[in-house]
């Protein structure tokens, strides 16, 4: 399994890149990075053209769609369709190493997909989850089909919804206003 920070967003409603704020002393594509490390065969940083001098080596993979998380997700498999993927996307602060343990814990590789189910929606949770090379021809049909919502697939096809045992893992951050609350509240306990 390899690993995806999705860090390509224009973070148009933060007004600054949401993968270079500080939550725990370094900026959230690092700890990210970090955290999956343990956990996958390699890590990689999706992200657009113009973010490619952002991030200081060379795991990136360039989002060639630009069509929001499913562009990462669908460049990420045309990298290598043989191996599951799990995704996390930069604006999840509170996603730890249980976080990532739980999921793991959970997979089923005989499913397109291992999804938290978001406890207040009770929908899955696209942006935290492990794509089996299974998902790789409905993420194809999706692209051309004009389709872009990982959410959908999720929907549609043979996913392992799983139970959130902490429903803030699931938390995102995208106002600085939101950021600022956080930190005041709780990362900057």
């Given amino acids: 399994m390899n690993g995806l920070v999705l860090v390509g967003g224009r973070s148009s409603r933060m007004g600054k890149d949401k993968s270079q704020l ?3 002393e370094k ?5 990210l990075y970090e ?5 996958c065969e390699k890590v990689f940083l999706s ?3 113009q973010q490619r001098l952002l991030f200081p080596f060379e795991d990136t993979l360039i ?6 998380p499913l562009g990462g997700i ?3 498999f045309e990298y290598n369709s043989n191996t599951a993927w799990l995704v996390v996307a930069c604006d999840m602060p509170f996603v730890n190493k249980e976080t990532i343990e739980w999921l793991q814990k959970h997979r089923k590789k005989s499913c397109t997909a291992t999804t938290f189910k978001n406890p207040e929606t009770m929908l899955p949770e696209p942006l935290l989850t492990i794509w089996e090379p299974s998902v790789y021809p409905f993420l194809n049909e999706a692209q051309q089909q004009n389709q872009r919502s990982p959410l959908r697939i999720l929907l549609n096809t043979k996913s392992n919804l799983i ?3 902490q429903a803030y893992w699931l938390s995102n951050v995208n106002t600085l206003e939101e ?5 005041m509240n709780y990362l900057g306990k």
């Fill in 22 to 24: 500080i939550y725990r």
């Fill in 27 to 31: 900026p959230q594509w690092k700890y």
């Fill in 35 to 39: 955290l999956l490390e343990p956990f």
């Fill in 47 to 49: 992200c657009r053209e």
């Fill in 63 to 68: 989002d060639s769609y630009e069509i929001g």
């Fill in 74 to 76: 669908l460049s990420a």
């Fill in 163 to 165: 139970n959130c045992p």
């Fill in 179 to 183: 950021y600022k609350m956080l930190m």
